[in-house]
């Protein structure tokens, strides 16, 4: 099973997704943005490389926010949720073709890489008493 890190980044209420460009693996598809855990790494340090490949932006991983399993076609994966903070805020994506800060509680009106969904659901259980107009 591949270990894949998901950045949870939470700013004034709103959750960053960001979506897959055309050629891309699910293409098209909204996610928390991350990747695959290298060897050598640690799951901090896989997400903090990831968005500083994926969107060129410095960050710090902090807590994991959930955990969920997804078998895809070629194979299965873990998929880490980890809260985020962003030292810099200028993200330029290489793999993905748009980004949007979007309100928690309106996660379910993207469409979500399968694997995100369940993260999804996980985020706006756990962070609906931080932003009480959060709904499920």
């Known amino acids: 099973m591949i270990q894949v890190?998901?950045?949870?980044?939470?700013?004034?209420?709103?959750?960053?997704?960001?979506?897959r460009a055309a050629g891309e693996n699910l293409a098209g598809y909204w996610e928390f943005p991350g990747g695959k855990l290298e060897t050598g790494e640690n799951l901090k340090?896989?997400?903090?490389?990831?968005?500083f490949e994926e969107l060129g932006v410095e960050s710090t991983a902090g807590e994991i926010v959930g955990r969920n399993i997804h078998c895809y076609d070629d194979g299965e994966i873990e998929l880490?949720?980890?809260k985020t903070e962003l030292?810099?805020?200028?993200?330029?994506p290489?793999?993905?073709?748009?980004?949007?800060?979007?309100?928690v509680?309106?996660?379910?009106d993207f469409r979500?890489?399968?694997?995100?969904?369940?993260l999804g659901k996980i985020v706006m259980e756990k962070f609906k008493?931080?932003?009480?107009?959060?709904?499920i």
């Open 87 to 92: 030292k810099s805020e200028k993200a330029v």
């Open 129 to 135: 008493n931080e932003y009480p107009r959060f709904s």
């Open 80 to 82: 880490v949720g980890i």
């Open 112 to 118: 979500l890489a399968p694997a995100d969904i369940p």
């Open 105 to 108: 509680e309106q996660i379910p």
């Open 45 to 51: 340090q896989c997400l903090e490389r990831e968005l």
């Open 5 to 19: 890190t998901a950045a949870v980044i939470i700013k004034n209420g709103k959750i960053l997704l960001c979506r």
């Open 94 to 103: 290489t793999v993905h073709d748009m980004m949007e800060w979007v309100p």
